[in-house]
């Protein structure tokens, strides 16, 4: 039976900058529509959490009965580890996504019916990534998910649900953390090609192959700060993000210099710490400016 930590660690606290840098930014292009509204935001931010955390649990659990994390490298896998029972497990994937439907709902409830349609495809694509019969993340589509859901969408929902409109400034922040949450992604997939390669979980990765996924991860942690001198025609504060340069610069170390498995664990670190200090950087100066 596994312990509270051991659950704490299943539920990967590492990914969590995935959710707390979007509801940042969305808040930011808020505020420089002198629209933030703090309640909102703190709900958007509860959201989010709830939502990754289910994901992972959900990813745990359907990987884990279909055996492909038997071999994992990364980080602790409940199932696959025979420390908790699928059924446990799934459950814990329910309870989050239905924590975040709850605080969605009053979201929904407080600004359009609509959203209603955009929390759905939510929480479709929270499962349906690693589960069903033909998941989409094991067919490649994983980082166009993550860009969607943990990029346009989140940035963009934080947006509206508080100044109820959005504006180019609020996209092209959301695009920026789009690509740090894809490059989380395609560095841990990229880990992960020798195993997913064997198990048939054809991701995105696997398809182009270690070289052309270690080129796309630079490619995706240069996107952000090309944001950043678009955003100065908003404000010229826009610059501070550019601070978070050092960290991205660090997160990519690894992946360009051809680590495998566990040598690449610190580019996930470095990668979920440099988006969450962009976000951060990016948001106070949309506030300001």
């Not at 309640?39 to 959201?47: E, F, Q, R």
């Not at 992972?56 to 580890?81: C, H, K, M, Q, W």
């Not at 209603?116 to 994983?142: D, Q």
């Amino acid at each position: 039976m596994a312990s509270a930590a051991q659950w704490l660690e299943g539920a990967r606290p590492r990914t969590l900058p995935n959710a707390i840098a979007p509801v940042l930014v969305g808040t930011g292009a808020a505020a420089s529509l002198d629209a933030a509204v703090w309640w909102k935001a703190l709900l958007s931010l509860l959201v989010s959490l709830a939502l990754i955390i289910g994901v992972n649990f959900a990813n745990d659990y359907s990987d884990g009965i279909r055996g492909t994390d038997d071999e994992r490298v990364g980080p602790l896998r409940l199932v696959g580890s025979g420390l908790a029972s699928p059924a446990a497990v799934r459950g814990a994937a329910f309870a989050c996504l239905g924590v975040g439907a709850i605080f969605g709902l009053i979201l929904v409830f407080t600004t359009a019916w609509w959203l209603l349609l955009i929390g759905a495809a939510c929480l479709a694509g929270a499962w349906f990534y690693t589960g069903g019969s033909k998941p989409y993340g094991y067919s490649g589509f994983g980082e166009i998910a993550v860009f969607v859901f943990f990029g346009l969408i989140a940035v963009l929902g934080t947006e509206f649900v508080q100044a109820e409109r959005v504006e180019w400034a609020g996209l092209v922040g959301a695009v920026a953390v789009g690509a740090f949450s894809s490059a989380v992604l395609v560095t841990n997939n990229l880990r992960d090609i020798p195993t997913d390669s064997v198990t048939g979980k054809t991701t995105l990765a696997v398809k182009l192959g270690d070289t052309r996924t270690r080129t796309l991860h630079l490619v995706l942690m240069a996107v952000p700060f090309i944001a950043t001198l678009a955003l100065t025609v908003r404000t010229p504060w826009a610059l501070a993000g550019l601070l978070a340069i050092p960290l991205a610069v660090r997160s990519n170390a690894p992946v360009r210099g051809g680590e495998q498995g566990p040598g690449l664990i610190p580019s996930l670190r470095d990668t979920g710490l440099a988006m969450l200090a962009w976000s951060l950087l990016t948001a106070l100066a949309l506030s300001i400016g």
